[in-house]
């Protein structure tokens, strides 16, 4: 049996690890999205492994998450992020306590 291509490990890296950080910060797609500078549409196809980003593309998000460019290819320790069913958690407004 052959092994998948690095290319979509990578890939397959890459949504893992936008997931775990997008989770982490409680962030919605959209919200992602609009910090990378992408489509909503773009970003969830990234997400899902659904398509092959550009190295603008990946060097971005790098940026927005505030991680390094290795962190977002490499295949992650931990457990994948389930995915809620229903509505996203909106983020908490800071100072309305």
Known sequence: MASRPAFENTRQNLAANLAR???ARRWSQQQAADAIGIDL???QKL???A??????TVVATAEAFGVPLARLLRQS??????RPVG???????????
Do not use: C
């Not at 398509?51 to 603008?56: A, G, H, K, V």
């Not at 509505?87 to 306590?97: A, E, F, I, L, S």
């Open 21 to 23: 950080l997008r989770a």
């Open 41 to 43: 549409k773009h970003f």
């Open 47 to 49: 997400e899902y492994a």
């Open 51 to 56: 398509l092959n980003p550009t190295l603008r």
């Open 77 to 82: 320790t931990k457990p994948p992020v389930r």
């Open 87 to 97: 509505r996203p958690v909106k983020p908490r407004r800071r100072g309305t306590d």
